[in-house]
């Protein structure tokens, strides 16, 4: 693509959806600008990285760095930099039960360094980062202008990789209404980590709370509906008073953090995502797990589908039927169960489950690595329950909104 003034493609965010896209698009020979005044930075989130996300960018993270993440701490080299030490999460612990987890399966990083390490990948292959805001953006038949702080910019695509609060996506489309985003408040907890993951559901409001560990502490919060009447202080409260519970973080400093995710349900994902001259990706579309709100694989999975359908001939098509085909009809699944995921008595089968079946213990494995489809997650539970857990399951069954 060489079309336009200016550069080719004009992405906005370098977060792992913007710098994956221009990793790809640059390594095929566009001229790709990444604009970002911001990244790379600390993101609060639980910040895990699924085995099957690090090898779609395993080109850009060598092998040698995936296998030292087994580590605590290890050091691996992405590009130029040196990316510190990412934590192997051996188990994950749900209430009373815990889940081993296979050493490739989940671990935790810096959103810092991962994504300073993919947009200096970017950037080898080619791409531009420009460290400037971006005030405006205008999408014409004839090409994309982008106002910034240092003035306009031309390009003749341009790609929402912006996050929840995308700019991008409240001049093309629309902004996330209030019902399609989750609050995830909490704190980090200063000078401690853990190999283990920890997750509370929580009915009232539906969702739940975690720790993850960080190289150098945890990542502790609560993540519930924007639209479920609680605020983001009375949520942050909520995790406090679960921290002094579990006394997982005794001694240690919290710093409080809030961020917006999107959380959609099943027709949301039915709007478009891409359009003449534009599209979406990330969490700017809206692809994070309905769920788990993880939305790291969904991010660079919908990178690789962008740069492959920008460098074809018909972009807006190509990528929407991609995601359609590919990635929209789990997401839509996990929409339809989250009413029922967490209710009291599916999550009480869940922990009795987890407690009492070695197959469960495998199924949730396999969902926290992100292998495992909501789409036959119903079916490979029955499969593996006990005849006592088959007849909870089937009393409970209604439960599961769509199930």
Request: proline fraction near 5%; charge should be positive.
């Amino acid at each position: 693509m060489t079309e336009g003034r200016g550069v080719d493609v004009a992405i906005v965010g370098a977060g792992p959806a913007g710098a994956w896209t221009a990793y790809r698009l640059a390594r095929a020979g566009a001229r790709v600008a990444l604009y970002d005044a911001s990244h790379p930075r600390e993101k609060p989130c639980g910040g895990g990285v699924t085995g099957r996300a690090l090898a779609l960018v395993s080109a850009a993270v060598p092998g040698e760095c995936q296998a030292s993440a087994r580590q605590v701490p290890g050091e691996c080299q992405a590009g130029a930099r040196q990316v510190p030490g990412t934590v192997a999460v051996r188990a994950a612990r749900f209430g009373s039960a815990t889940v081993t987890l296979a050493p490739d399966a989940l671990v935790v990083t810096s959103r810092r360094a991962f994504d300073a390490a993919l947009a200096d990948a970017a950037q080898q292959a080619g791409a531009t980062l420009v460290r400037t805001r971006i005030l405006d953006v205008d999408v014409a038949d004839e090409g994309v202008a982008l106002r910034t702080s240092d003035g306009v910019q031309h390009a003749a695509f341009v790609v929402g990789a912006d996050g929840a609060n995308s700019l991008v996506r409240r001049h093309v489309a629309a902004p996330f209404r209030r019902d399609q985003l989750s609050i995830a408040t909490g704190f980090y907890a200063r000078g401690i980590t853990s190999d283990e993951i920890v997750i509370e559901f929580v009915a009232d409001p539906p969702g739940y709370i975690w720790s993850f560990p960080r190289p150098d502490h945890l990542a502790i919060g609560i993540c519930a509906q924007a639209d479920a009447g609680a605020t983001a202080g009375d949520l942050r409260a909520r995790t406090e008073r679960w921290i002094r519970a579990t006394g997982l973080a005794r001694g240690a400093a919290l710093t409080p953090y809030s961020w917006p995710i999107p959380s959609l349900g099943a027709r949301d994902f039915e709007a478009p995502l891409a359009g003449p001259r534009w599209l979406l990706a990330g969490d700017a579309a809206g692809l994070v797990d309905p769920i788990t709100r993880e939305g790291i694989f969904f991010a660079l999975q919908s990178a690789e589908h962008a740069a492959a359908a920008i460098l074809g001939a018909t972009p807006a098509a190509t990528y929407e039927a991609r995601l359609r085909r590919e990635m929209l009809p789990e997401l839509a699944q996990a929409a339809r169960l989250k009413a029922g995921f967490f209710t009291p008595p599916f999550v009480g089968l869940l922990i009795r489950a987890l407690e009492r079946s070695r197959g469960v213990r495998a199924v949730m494995a396999d969902l926290v690595a992100g292998r495992q489809s909501y789409r036959t997650l119903k079916w490979r539970l029955l499969k593996t329950f006990e005849a006592r857990l088959a007849w909870d399951a089937w009393q409970t069954r209604g439960r599961l909104n769509g199930a």
